[in-house]
């Protein structure tokens, strides 16, 4: 299955004092099993953009093709489309409203008109591919988890679904090294798992960085850049004239050229920025020995 | 001004609360004592859980030490009687901006405070119009707190707690759910107020924010397990992994360096340090 987005364009309040426009003209492809990251600053159409992937908003103009079918066209049903599209919010478990575990994680199935096998399946895989042990946890109140652990959950009761589109807005915020560094580990091996198309909102560029096969740059309701990841980070000045942070190792060598001294410029990760340091100096006392 | 000076102090500060269902006891902070000096600019960094959080809500009496006790500026957190002296001096900046704005009209909000503490209307006047400018969004007194951009939101929330003319600052994570321009923004107003005199103590995730303030708190399991310049602290930096937490990026590329055998001085934690360090190296 693929994602195609032709010409979309959205307006808020149209016709009134405050109309603003969201989206324009915004167009981008996605193959099957492919991972996009989204990035851009606070409103600069991002939200806007993935509400439309999962039918929350309808574009004013243009369409999107979620495999065969056009999302925005007169007779799609939402159920359908939401069957398909899983979108898990930012701070997720402030969502979290059953008695145990396993009720929260089953809410989803359940709607769907599942059997009841079927719907205990589900939750049990769920659980078990946010890294949760079933068995330890079902039966608990989701309240008395960890932060981390209650964002699974959260995560779980989505993935229950088996959507085939994940889109996650910013699962990572707020967490500590640790639950960032796991919760990240866990978004890698559902999409391994899983080969869905997956889209991550974040302003954290290293997590874009890493899992991204393919980044869009939002700013002022258009896509002002789209490649790899190594494409789009080259660009620093461009990004920091958005206002928009690099991975921390590729601003660190972007400050070294500002400061006037050469420094390559794709480099994404601090042990490429460490090899490349090292290569430089190096270079540099070989050229003084000689 | 006399920097040695306490502004807060606490003392084998315990504090316990009761898990709902099971009536577990859980020791959040674990025989806890410190001082900070007025003036200065503190980082407390840990691990969710560690105790951070509640260590701020202590501090300005939204909760109440189990025991031991904790002085804001000499007076007690536990006297009634002088809860609003204790607020007035230690205000707080929590993580969420849509939690803490109450108005729909920005100077509205950051009057709030001071028309609490039933001060005339002109000094509020000054206050409001003093504390926008301090947080740069003067311009925007007359808008709707929810057009503006998180950063916006964040630094209206500051305002509000200037307005107070309090003498210390807790700000718990008051960049976590902002985007890059916004943890900037918000990182130079701190910057700004501590040198005009402000104590700020500021919990955070983000290993670079720590690194720019002048001393460094580690929190593990209720306990303070480290304290000294970001210098010292950065320096440790495996004890610093094996607290789940991580180490600045200038510090770990230093690290490699040396023992590729380039003598980076242990001095250098930030990424302007390192970068000039790096760009004079021939």
């Known amino acids: ?43 600069s159409g991002k939200s806007t953009l993935v509400q439309h992937l999962n039918g929350l908003l309808k574009p004013k103009s243009g369409s999107i093709f979620i495999g065969d079918t056009d999302i925005t066209g007169e007779k799609v049903l939402m159920r359908d489309i939401r069957r398909k599209i899983g979108l898990v919010f930012q701070y997720p478990e402030y969502q979290l409203f059953e008695e145990t575990v396993h009720k929260d994680v ?26 949760l042990d079933y068995e330890e946890l079902a039966e608990r109140s989701p309240f008395e988890l960890s932060g981390g652990q209650k964002r699974r959950v959260a995560i779980a009761g989505v993935i229950a679904m088996k959507p085939e589109v994940l889109i996650l807005d910013e699962p990572t915020a707020g967490l500590d090294p640790r639950a960032h560094k796991e919760i990240l580990d866990m978004i890698r091996s559902i999409h391994e798992t899983e080969k869905n198309i997956t889209f991550l909102i974040s302003h954290n560029m290293n997590d874009i960085a890493a899992l991204s096969d393919k980044v869009l740059v939002m700013e002022k309701g258009q896509i002002a850049m789209m490649g790899t990841p190594r494409e789009v980070f080259s660009r620093g000045p461009e990004l920091k004239e958005m206002g928009l942070a690099l991975p921390p190792a590729a601003e660190f060598m972007n400050r070294m050229r500002e400061k006037g001294c050469p420094a390559e410029a794709s480099i994404l990760t601090k042990e490429e920025a460490l090899e490349a340091l090292l290569l430089r100096l190096r270079v540099n006392r070989e050229q003084v020995a000689q | 001004m006399n920097l040695m000076e306490t502004i807060i102090r606490i003392e084998n500060l315990i504090f316990e609360y009761k898990r709902e269902e099971e009536l577990e006891v859980v020791r959040a902070i674990d025989n806890v004592s410190l001082e900070i000096p007025r003036g200065s600019f503190t980082a407390i960094i840990g691990r969710n859980g560690s105790g951070k959080s509640t260590l701020a809500k ?39 901006p849509d939690n803490q704005l109450v108005s729909s009209i920005v100077e509205d909000d950051v009057a709030f405070g001071p028309e609490n503490l039933a001060i005339p209307p002109d000094e509020i006047r000054k206050r409001v119009d003093e504390s926008l400018k301090a947080v740069g969004m003067y311009e925007e007194r007359k808008k709707a707190p929810h057009l503006l951009s998180g ?54 995730h983000f290993m670079e924010e720590a690194a720019q303030a002048e001393r460094v708190i580690i929190m593990d399991q209720g306990r303070i397990c480290m304290d000294g310049t970001p210098e010292e602290i950065f320096a440790r930096s495996r004890e610093i992994r094996e607290l789940s937490l991580d180490v600045p990026l200038p510090v770990e590329l230093a690290e490699g360096l040396r023992e590729n055998g380039i003598p980076v001085p242990r001095s250098i934690i930030t990424t302007e340090e390192m970068v000039d360090y790096l760009c004079q190296l021939k």
């Not at chain 1, 359940?110 to 078990?128: F, K, Q």
Request: aromatic fraction near 6%; charge should be negative; glycine fraction near 10%.
């Open chain 1, 1 to 43: 299955m693929s994602i195609e987005v032709k010409n979309i364009t959205h307006i808020y309040s149209e016709g009134m004092p405050y109309e603003s426009v969201a989206l324009q003209d915004v167009s981008f492809s996605v193959a099957d099993g492919e991972f996009v990251g989204i990035i851009g600053h606070t409103g």
């Open chain 1, 106 to 131: 089953a809410f989803g199935p359940n709607n769907l008109g599942l059997s009841e096998e079927e719907t205990d399946h589900r939750v049990r895989e769920a659980i078990g591919l946010v890294g």
């Open chain 2, 58 to 96: 202590n501090l300005n009496a939204l909760l109440l030490p189990t025991s031991g006790e904790i002085w804001i500026d000499g007076y007690n957190t536990r006297d009634p009687e002088s809860l609003w002296q204790v607020r007035q001096r230690a205000g707080m900046v929590f993580q969420n």
């Open chain 2, 151 to 204: 950063g916006q939101k964040q630094r209206i929330a500051i305002a509000g707690v200037v307005a107070m003319k309090p003498q210390c600052i807790i700000l718990d994570e008051p960049t976590a759910m902002l985007d890059p321009r916004g943890r900037e923004e918000v990182m130079a107003i701190m910057k700004k107020l501590h040198q005009e005199g402000i104590t700020i103590l500021l919990i955070t």
